[in-house]
């Protein structure tokens, strides 16, 4: 049954904060948007929700078509409402953020995006409509839940040093952290598989690797286990 409303209503929307790490810093995908509004402006990735989908379908197809990346969690952010936030009609965008391993993933930009590329998230360019706004709330989110919940391994290789599980937390939460009450605490957690494999093509001496043992965690977490960093 075709249903016709007597009021206007607003389109909906679909905003994703990507974040991703590298050995200079924590980074932010953003794409060049490649027509009005705003053309030529970088912004993040996004775009409004085909009637046939849901917002999450929406969201992981857009970063698919713009960027070229798929095959990632997204967790749904906020809300985002303002009236004119967007200058062509009214618009609601439900924003997601994810965090992705940036080396496993080749960027391609693709229908309306000009470009895509990381930008550490100290130094981001003026963006597209509220985007900055919307950057800006994820990584409060982010700096918040990485303290309590292990999403931080999610930017690490599969296998990585105690060195790289620390900098990544350096990095987000922007501080320098204890090196020898950081390593007694997360192996005192026994969340980590120590592997029997070292550094290859390293410089200096290799370092011991790790895994992040995902359902060791779970099953602690049933059992009233909190993690915290």
């Known amino acids: ?5 007597q009021y206007p209503r ?15 810093d924590l980074k932010i995908l953003l794409i060049q948007r490649g027509l009005p509004p705003f053309e ?19 969201a992981k197809r ?8 798929q095959d990632l969690y997204l967790e749904q952010l906020y809300t985002f409402g303002a009236i004119g936030r967007d200058p062509r009609e009214r618009v609601v965008s439900v924003a997601y953020y994810a965090l992705v391993n940036l080396r496993d993933h080749k960027l391609m930009a693709a229908t309306d995006a000009r ?18 706004e919307i950057a800006g709330i994820a990584l409060k989110r982010l700096k918040g839940k990485v303290v309590y919940e292990p999403i931080g391994f999610e930017l690490l290789p599969m296998k990585f040093t105690l060195t790289q599980l620390q900098q990544m937390y350096e990095k987000i939460l922007d501080r320098p952290i204890d090196k020898r009450n950081f390593r007694k605490k997360i192996l005192g957690m026994d969340l ?10 390293v410089s200096h001496r290799a370092a011991r690797l790790y895994k992040f043992d995902e359902k060791k965690y779970r099953k602690l977490r049933q059992r009233g286990f909190v993690f915290e960093i």
């Open 192 to 201: 980590l598989q120590e592997l029997d494999e070292v550094q290859v093509d």
């Open 40 to 58: 030529g402006k970088w912004a993040l990735p996004g775009g409004f929700v085909q009637m046939d989908e849901t917002l999450e379908e929406a």
């Open 62 to 69: 857009e970063l698919k078509e713009e960027t070229g990346i």
């Open 10 to 24: 607003p389109n909906l929307a679909v905003d994703c904060v990507v974040f991703g790490l590298d050995e200079a």
């Open 1 to 5: 049954m075709t249903v016709t409303y």
């Open 115 to 132: 470009d895509a590329a990381w930008f550490s998230t100290d130094d981001l360019p003026p963006l597209a409509f509220d985007h900055s």
